[in-house]
């Protein structure tokens, strides 16, 4: 906590010795020093005398009164009792002073510094300061009234010289209201240097010179003695006080100066006034400076972690009762508001993150804490009232559920709503964090049921038979608590967060009976009117609120409060509340436990909590609106579920997990796992995961029932009955009337389809488990990708390395698998060609007939190109072979059962299967040759030249010339090629087709000749055919059936003298076609196309006067290009 330099000037006027003291609500009485050596009781609890009347009057004084009140009672107060007074003013007890000197307090806090901290501990004020007194660096302590002060030394380090710095202390009842350090440090919390002095004076109090205050000994001096201590205290710090004493002497000579005005003078050792707050001293800047810090960091650097600390330190002061709490919330919520990131992100329509989300609802639930505070005055409220109406009215105020808006108004059902036309926030639509805490400002404590609920352990009525919904007591007698349960939960974390376990856990109690005696009415009337509901066949959600993701946390607040309780973690004693109207409260040491009577035979504080968890996961609930409140609902119960897994779970603790199974199942609408289901129900899949692991060991059949039932998921149902619209204007029209704005879905089925898995490898070696649960996923998940993921669980389950295969959970396997081929055949999914290739590894593992079957039926499950490419050419491989160890009989009807699917592909995709189909059929002359047909059928119309050149090379590879070549002439009628296109792929092909009908004789290249002129119009290819027809005879290298003339074909005669004018043409058209657009860094290609072109020209008889007409042409049309028909005329003439 920052320091002030300069010490605070007196707060009230001292004509005599006198005190001020102003005791907190609620302090505590005085305890042995945390971990210290317990001087602070004086010699005589050392010596084991009792105390004398003095001390405990004193004491009792000094912790309560003001002494400016008892000053003004009595009119001499002799020194002995005010030396003892301001003596036990000072505060005893280390926990307070550890609080303001580090983020996080308990008992390995407190005491003396022991082995094992880790180094963040060692740096902690408070452990600093600890180290520094046990060092002995604290020194020149002296106590003069309400003023403590002293030096304390710093250790000189390796890169630090030794530090002295002057400490002093005020305190006022028990609590150090001011501090002051020449350290110059800045901090929320107190320096080492301020801990290590307080702690002197707590721990030694017996060797500190204690005065009393100054002003009392400047009473007993005379005239002569004043003015000797005034001209002293003037020459020792003459360069200091000098000019503030002549300007005093001035005015207090000056009978008109506003000092002779005043009775008395100020002394600074005095204490407060009896008109001032009694607090102790917290920074409000740099509590201010902090948080806007840490905002300003937005999550990064652990600002996050650090803005969750203060919090806690909010909660904590609260626990001690300390005023401070809520003025540091006030300082934190003020930072908070200002947030210029809240306006940005409004502008811009985003979202805040979620984890700066989560620390607007702690700062939410901590005002709720606050204003539920029993013990605040009605001014106090009101004042909290007006400065959260003030914050609720901001238009950058976050809403409760994110940033989607609420219709629902006030849900809590027992705060009154403001009066008809008050301009109240309240009738706002949308909730902001702060509208309960608004809401619980209208509560109150008064009620006499109430009261005797959280302040008697004895409190019941055996003779109480009411049995109506509204019973102030149960069967037993038990007493109960109607309110709801959000807001009653909110009354528990209050008690407990101001510091008052005992009745936190007594109202905890009579809630949890509540709910479990509403849990019994309920399914009474469920079994009353079954037939009736369940002929509806349609029902509407029971609770719009749900208790889990609730923002009070009402589930999780209970749970904290008897685990707690159980544990044994909360204080051995505790506050007493009373409510008789004198706003005090007294510490008393019973037992929290207490409370165990109202628990039946063999029930724990464990078990109760772990009963109210299940009471509030297995509660049916409506989705809530808006991306956030649905994140907080799974996380929610993922919490609540990882604290229930560390509850153990003995046999008690197993029947009350039947019991609630039981019920849950039994429940109807007022169950998640019930018979009638509302469509926007929150989903109970990890709940049910839950409930089946725990349960499965000790009752298979109740957690099978819970786990199917769980499974549904009517959300992404395709119909819905058209009475369970009673939130129309909530389903968006992603499919008309079907999907409401769900965000989490994603995350839910994946959660359905964890559950679906837990079951499946549960239910390994069950035939009749293995099927039922398969027909729960065939019915209730909609998603391919999760019935794919749960088909690879079951196949990797089933096929360990260290068992036989299990046959009937991998026939579940083969499917779920099947189910996924039918859902994506006629859908897009990037991960199909995965699934093809698992699923026939999956067929092949279940053996023959499954391959044969998903064959046989492939036109639902594949398209013609997976079913050729990769189901009949993985099922006609040697691996395939090898693993199914097949005789020849059945490799031959497999084998036919192939050939037969992809004759059927080609058929109906001639173009991605045609090539496939071939393949396949190579063995069997028949299959082949009617593939063939079905090639030669589609080449004219449903085929491609790509497609068609592939085949006929596949042909000629596979020995069939002929076929390959009547394939490649097919081809060339879908091909054109233009003058420019001299890369394109298709060259290849044309110039293999060519060699091919060179190679089969003239009539074929004849044939083929006339072919290419009319497809290719690119001059550089035709000059590359030509060229190569005229190297080497047709058919040298044809079929030996063949004859060859042995003599090259000439040019001037048919077909090369047609290939050879179409050459020449295209070169003609393309010059001109390139001069159109030419540029000067072209010139040289230019020039040397036109080379080649003159090569091609020479090959006919007239070929030089043809090209040399064709260069005067050139020289003719385009003379205005000078440059590059000078370079013409260089190379050509």
């Known amino acids: 906590m920052a320091e002030r330099v300069q010490q605070p000037p007196a707060k009230r006027l001292c004509c005599r010795p006198g005190y001020n003291a102003a005791c907190r609500q609620g302090q505590r009485a005085a305890g042995a020093p945390c971990g210290g050596s317990g001087a602070a009781q004086g010699d005589a609890t050392q010596t084991r005398q009792p105390e004398t009347l003095l001390d405990i009057a004193a004491r009792r004084v000094a912790e309560k009164w003001p002494f400016q009140r008892v000053e003004e009672r009595f009119e001499r107060i002799p020194e002995p009792v005010q030396r003892r007074i301001v003596y036990w003013s000072f505060p005893r007890s280390e926990r307070e002073i550890c609080m303001y000197s580090s983020f996080n307090t308990g008992g390995e806090e407190m ?115 004043l003015q000797k201590f005034v001209q002293y205290l003037i020459t020792v710090h003459h360069t200091e006080v000098l000019p503030t004493a002549q300007k005093l002497a001035d005015e207090i000579l000056s009978q008109n100066s506003e000092i002779n005005q005043v009775h008395g003078a100020p002394d600074p050792t005095a204490g407060a006034s009896v008109d001032d707050d009694n607090c102790w001293h917290l920074d409000e800047e740099q509590v201010q400076e902090q948080v806007k810090l840490f905002l300003s960091q937005g999550g990064y650097h652990g600002s996050g972690k650090q803005l969750n600390l203060l919090f806690s330190k909010v909660r904590e002061m609260l626990k001690m009762r300390d005023s401070n709490g809520a003025r540091m919330l006030t300082l934190i919520t003020e930072q908070f508001m200002g947030d210029p990131r809240l306006a940005l992100w409004r502008q811009q329509g985003t979202t805040m993150t979620d984890k700066y989300r989560q620390l607007w609802d702690e700062l939410g639930a901590l005002w709720m804490c606050i204003v539920l505070n029993p013990h605040y005055k009605p001014e106090q409220k009101g004042f909290w009232l007006r400065q959260l109406r003030r914050w609720n009215g901001v238009d950058v105020c976050p809403l409760e559920d994110g940033n989607h808006g609420s219709e629902l108004t006030n849900l809590t059902n027992a705060l009154p709503q403001g009066p008809p036309g008050n301009p109240d926030p309240l009738t706002r639509p949308h909730r902001t964090v702060f509208t309960r805490a608004i809401e619980a400002c209208d509560l109150h404590w008064q009620d006499p049921h109430l009261q005797h609920i959280i302040t008697e352990d004895h409190y019941a009525n055996y003779c109480y038979h009411d049995n109506l919904n509204s019973s102030l007591f149960d069967a037993r007698g038990w007493p109960l608590w109607h309110e709801h349960v959000p807001t009653a939960c909110a009354r528990v974390d209050a008690l407990r967060s101001h510091g008052y376990p005992k009745e936190a856990l007594r109202l905890a109690i009579a809630i949890v009976n509540t709910l479990r005696r509403q849990q019994q009415k309920q399914l009474e009337f469920f079994r009353t009117h079954k037939k009736e509901l369940l002929h509806k066949g349609i029902t509407s959600v029971t609770n719009m609120e749900g208790w889990v993701g609730h923002p009070l946390d009402p589930i999780g607040t209970l749970f904290s409060t008897l685990m707690e309780t159980g544990r044994g973690s909360e204080d051995g004693g505790s506050a007493h509340l ?154 968006v029209s992603v499919v008309p009337n079907r999907l409401p704005r769900w965000f989490t879905l994603s995350h839910i089925e994946t959660q359905q389809c964890e559950l679906a898995s837990t079951m499946l490898t549960a239910a390994k070696g069950d035939a009749r488990k293995l099927q039922t649960v398969l027909e729960s996923i065939q019915k209730n998940i909609h998603s391919s990708s999760h019935i794919f993921k749960l088909a690879q669980d079951a196949f990797k389950i089933a096929t360990l390395m260290d068992s036989l295969p299990d046959i009937t959970l991998l026939k579940v396997s083969l499917e779920l698998g099947l189910q996924v081929m039918r859902m994506t055949l006629s859908t897009l999914n990037w991960r199909r060609r995965e699934m093809v290739r698992w699923l026939v590894t999956c067929a092949t593992e279940a053996g023959v007939f499954a391959l044969d079957s998903i064959m046989q039926s492939w036109f639902t499950l594949f398209t013609p190109t997976e079913a050729t490419s990769v189901v009949a050419s993985t099922v006609m491989s040697n691996s395939t072979i090898v693993r199914l160890h097949l005789d020849c009989h059945q490799q031959e009807n497999l084998a036919n059962s192939a050939r037969t699917l992809a004759l059927q592909c080609a058929m109906k995709d001639p173009q991605n299967c045609a090539l496939s189909a071939l393949t396949l059929c190579e063995k069997d002359h028949i299959a082949f040759e009617t593939a063939y047909q079905i090639v030669l059928d589609a080449a004219a119309t449903g085929m491609n030249y790509t497609q068609l050149f592939t085949i006929a090379r596949y042909m000629e590879h596979r020995g069939y010339p002929m076929r390959a070549y009547k394939l490649a002439t ?99 058209n393309t010059t001109h076609s390139r001069l159109t657009h030419i540029s000067p860094r072209h010139y040289s290609e230019f020039i040397e196309f036109l080379s080649k072109a003159r090569e091609t020209f020479l090959m006919a008889h007239d070929g030089h006067i043809q090209f040399t007409q064709f260069i005067d042409n050139l020289k003719q049309i385009y003379k205005g290009k000078k440059k590059l028909m000078m370079l013409v005329r260089e190379r050509f003439g």
């Open 578 to 731: 009373d409510f008789s109207g004198s706003g005090s409260c007294r510490r008393t040491e019973h037992p929290v436990v207490s409370a165990e009577r109202f628990l039946e035979e063999g029930e724990s504080f464990s078990s109760l909590a772990a009963e109210t968890a299940l009471i509030g996961l297995g509660q049916q609930r409506a989705m809530p609106d808006g991306l956030y409140a649905q994140e907080k609902v799974c996380r929610n119960e993922e919490q609540l579920l990882a604290r229930l897994q560390e509850v153990n779970l003995d046999d008690a603790l197993v029947k009350i997990f039947r019991k609630q199974a039981a019920f849950m199942l039994e429940a109807g609408p007022y169950s998640g796992l019930g018979e009638l289901l509302y469509r926007e129900s929150v989903p109970m899949h990890t709940f049910a995961k839950y409930l089946f692991t725990s349960l499965l060991p000790h009752d298979a059949e109740l957690a099978y029932k819970i786990a199917l039932r769980a499974m549904r998921l009517p959300v992404l149902e395709s119909t819905s009955p058209s009475g369970d619209l009673s939130r129309p204007h909530h389903i």
């Open 970 to 1068: 097919l081809a060339m009628t879908h091909l054109n090629l233009s003058y420019n296109q001299d890369t394109h792929p298709a060259i290849n092909d044309v110039l293999w087709a060519c060699a091919l009908s060179h190679s089969l004789g003239k009539n074929e290249l004849a044939s083929v000749i006339p072919l290419v002129v009319k497809s290719v119009k690119c001059a550089t290819v035709l000059s590359d055919i030509l060229r190569r027809c005229t190297l080497t005879t047709p058919g040298m290298v044809a079929l030996h059936s063949r004859r060859n003339s042995g003599k090259l074909m000439p040019l001037d005669k048919a077909p090369l003298r047609q290939l050879l004018d179409a050459t020449i043409g295209a070169y003609i």
């Open 111 to 225: 005491g003396s510094s022991g082995g094992g901290e880790s180094g963040e501990e060692t740096r902690l004020p408070f452990r600093r300061g600890i180290a520094l007194l046990e060092g002995g660096c604290v020194d020149c302590v002296l106590q003069v009234g309400f003023h403590l002060s002293g030096t304390v030394r710093e250790p000189a380090t390796s890169s630090e010289p030794e530090l002295l710095c002057n400490v002093s202390v005020s305190f006022d009842r028990c609590k150090i209201t001011a501090v002051t350090c020449s350290c110059g440090n800045k901090d929320i919390f107190y320096c080492a240097h301020v801990v290590a002095l307080s702690l002197y004076r707590v721990r030694k109090p017996e060797q500190v010179k204690l005065r009393l205050p100054i002003s009392e000994t400047l009473f007993q001096m005379n005239r002569d003695q």
